[in-house]
């Protein structure tokens, strides 16, 4: 149905970065992305983790993919303008735990 892949970021102190997640196309839309979001967060709750951070895309394509993580409560933290090519820029958003 779904997958979720994350990790600890690199040189950081209980910082993780969500890198995947995915869900198959028959059951978008039914909570499985939430369900598994609301895992990994337990999950690092119990490691005691304290901020995660997810890169993605400005353009419209990637504009659902933002509308899920508001969803889930991931704010805006940081842009690069025009990082993957002119016009598309990288958003780095975070949640604190």
Same mark, same amino acid.
């Given at each position: 149905?779904?997958?979720?892949?994350? %990790?600890? @970021?690199?040189?950081?102190? $209980? @910082?993780?970065? !969500?890198?995947?997640? /995915?869900? #198959?196309?028959?059951? &978008? %839309?039914? +909570?499985? +992305? /939430?369900? !598994?979001?609301? *895992?990994m967060?337990? $999950? !690092? &709750? =119990? =490691?005691? +983790? &304290?901020l995660? &951070?997810?890169? @993605? #895309?400005? @353009?419209?394509?990637? +504009?659902?993919? =933002? %509308?899920?993580? *508001?969803?889930?409560?991931? %704010?805006?933290?940081?842009?690069? =303008?025009?990082f993957?090519?002119?016009g598309? $820029?990288?958003?780095?958003?975070?949640?604190r !735990?």
């Open positions: 149905m779904g997958y979720i892949c994350y %990790g600890p @970021t690199p040189m950081t102190e $209980d @910082t993780y970065d !969500l890198y995947w997640i /995915a869900s #198959s196309p028959e059951v &978008r %839309g039914q +909570g499985v +992305g /939430a369900a !598994l979001v609301s *895992a967060e337990g $999950d !690092l &709750r =119990r =490691r005691n +983790g &304290r995660i &951070r997810v890169e @993605t #895309s400005a @353009t419209e394509a990637y +504009g659902p993919t =933002r %509308g899920f993580y *508001a969803s889930m409560k991931y %704010g805006e933290e940081a842009r690069i =303008r025009d993957y090519k002119v598309d $820029d990288l958003i780095i958003l975070t949640k !735990l």
